[in-house]
């Protein structure tokens, strides 16, 4: 095996000489960062990246690379992501110097209700919002991809796609992820004769890594897409296919669901940062707007001059976490059902009263978690960021939600169903798959989008240039791990490679804890933050952070080192 430093790199800050924790470097390095002049991709799989820098090079424009990527990530990560599910995407136009948000998200079917994951006795059923046809959202991946490529894209819609239909039919090896993921969820998937044909062996095994996995009938479904638009996915033989199989399992969802999902364009949320201008994904996401405050509440404290990962730095990032997920559970829900305070909550005025209420030298219990006044006002997921020589930029994450989502594939058409529904909340206070607490405002109604944490982000410099794309997979990890690499990036200065390889901190609302991944911090430090009050938990926070930055004139690309994906450019 080639040399791997394992670092714990030493960034020396204004006045303390701070160790970093941080994933090795040496090889992961080298798999992991690329460096190129015109345009970069970073996602979670090979096939993916290669497809949006295939078109990109065709003369496609950066929206048709964005497609080409969907499918192809669709079925390269058939665990994490696909067209049974959803996303959304923050679009940064250089040339309208404009920031778009879409929301493809999931919806809930029309005969879906308040109530409808409790017992006679009113306890919460979690097994159904998480597995089966009662899980299934109605799927928004294929509209999103369909209209947005209507407006912007430029190469046709059919050429866009080849290079999924070309990877659904002819394979690829099993990798590491995928192998876990199917382990993980066999009892699901063996349940399935179809899933069971894709993703085992003739003797009902789990392949050995490198084995081959096609998918020919996702490729006819691909097709029919490509030939059809988006009635090849919510109109006719998919379309019956998936409420039959939903119908047959005791799910809820009809034609009449499919046919009136709709794709929403959304106002971005945005904020200036360190000189910069963030634009990031507006509700139904949570992310955006808890990116946005623990920024903002920690920007008072200048926590450069105590260095990153200090115990000063962990323990007031982990308070400003803390308070972002108390108003996640409080004031958050879709926007076309509930209002959501957005502007009250990432305002200056609201903003200096939770950097006050962190000012604490010690952890502070949930309960204990002061409200703030709020200004009145009317009031197993999948990341991807491209950048072109044009100065656009694209951040997109989507998702099925758990792996391999509901575990139920439409018959006949490799489509495996998403089990978005479990981003509601059964009730008020009950904890989703991320241990999301569930507030009143994200409580199941028809056609009502699920509260979500995904959160796709773009950094535009002063010139009007976007200089930083990013997201991640993970759930509510998702919201605290974009957090830090913009931190890392914006108020420690790391390069982008140190940023996103820097061991990360998980804090939410309940419970009452710090989680640290691997590397984890020196016992020293552990140790205070311990002294401090804070619970300490060793476990992986999930994330893969796929990030694009231009440093020196050249556009840096960074996947994740923790995962398998693939930063390339040209
Ligand atoms: O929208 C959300 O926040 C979740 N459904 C995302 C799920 C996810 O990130 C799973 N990834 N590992």
Not at 48 to 67: C, K, M, Q
Request: aromatic share 8%.
């Amino acid at each position: 095996m080639k040399s791997i430093v394992f670092a714990l790199l030493t960034l020396v800050s204004c006045a303390h000489e701070v160790r970093i924790a941080a994933l090795p470097i040496g090889e992961l390095r080298k798999d992991h960062e690329a460096v190129a002049p015109q345009v970069m991709v970073t996602s979670q799989g090979k096939a993916t990246s290669a497809s949006a820098l295939e078109i990109l090079a065709r003369e496609g424009n950066i929206i048709d690379a964005f497609v080409a990527a969907s499918f192809v990530v669709s079925v390269e990560r058939p665990q994490s992501t696909g067209i049974g599910g959803g996303g959304f995407l923050v679009f940064y136009s250089k040339k309208e110097n404009k920031a778009y948000a879409f929301d493809f998200r999931e919806v809930a079917p029309i005969l879906a209700y308040k109530k409808m994951y409790l017992d006679k006795e009113g306890r919460p059923q979690t097994i159904l919002s998480q597995e089966g046809a009662l899980s299934v959202a109605v799927p928004g991946l294929v509209a999103g991809l369909y209209e947005i490529h209507k407006k912007f894209g430029k190469l046709k819609w059919e050429d866009v796609m080849a290079p999924a239909i070309d990877l659904a039919e002819n394979g690829f090896p099993l990798y590491p992820h995928l192998k876990e993921a199917i382990h993980e969820r066999s009892h699901l998937l063996r349940l399935d004769p179809e899933l069971l044909k894709i993703f085992f062996t003739d003797k009902g095994e789990v392949p050995h890594l490198g084995q081959t996995i096609k998918q020919p009938q996702m490729a006819e479904t691909l097709k029919l897409i490509a030939l059809k638009g988006r009635d090849g996915f919510y109109k006719g033989r998919v379309a019956n296919s998936i409420t039959q199989t939903i119908r047959r399992h005791k799910g809820v969802m009809s034609l009449r669901d499919l046919r009136s999902y709709e794709m929403k364009e959304r106002t971005p949320v945005k904020t200036m940062y360190k000189g910069n201008k963030i634009f990031t994904m507006p509700p139904p996401s949570s992310g955006g707007i808890h990116v946005l405050q623990i920024l903002k509440i920690l920007e008072p404290y200048k926590l450069s001059k105590y260095g990153p990962q200090s115990v000063e730095a962990i323990h007031k990032t982990a308070l400003a976490m803390q308070r972002a997920f108390k108003d996640r559970a409080e004031y958050l829900g879709d926007p076309d059902f509930v209002s959501v305070p957005t502007a009250g909550l990432i305002s200056p005025e609201y903003l200096k009263q939770m950097s006050e209420f962190i000012n604490s030298d010690s952890a502070i219990p949930s309960q204990d978690v002061k409200k703030a006044n709020l200004p009145y006002e009317s009031s197993e997921t999948t990341h991807f960021t491209i950048a072109d020589s044009e100065g656009n930029m694209v951040a997109s994450t989507q998702t099925i939600n758990g792996w391999f989502g509901s575990g139920l594939s439409a018959k006949g058409t490799g489509i495996i169903l998403n089990n978005e529904m479990d981003d509601f909340a059964q009730k008020e206070g009950t904890q989703n798959l991320f241990g999301a607490l569930g507030g009143n405002k994200n409580l199941v109604e028809a056609k009502k989008r699920p509260l979500s944490s995904m959160t796709p982000t773009i950094v535009v410099a002063p010139n009007g240039e976007a200089v930083m794309g990013l997201g991640s997979p993970s759930g509510t990890r998702i919201i605290n791990c974009v957090a830090q690499t913009l931190l890392n990036t914006y108020e420690y200065q790391m390069p982008l490679y140190e940023a996103v390889a820097a061991t990360r901190i998980h804090h939410q609302f309940v419970p009452d804890e710090i989680r640290i991944e691997s590397p984890y911090f020196p016992e020293s430090v552990e140790k205070e933050l311990k002294e401090k009050g804070h619970t300490i938990v060793h476990k992986e926070l999930g994330c893969s952070i796929q990030a694009i930055k231009k440093e020196n004139g050249q556009w840096v690309g960074v996947s994740d080192p923790r995962g398998a994906g693939l930063a390339e450019g040209f």
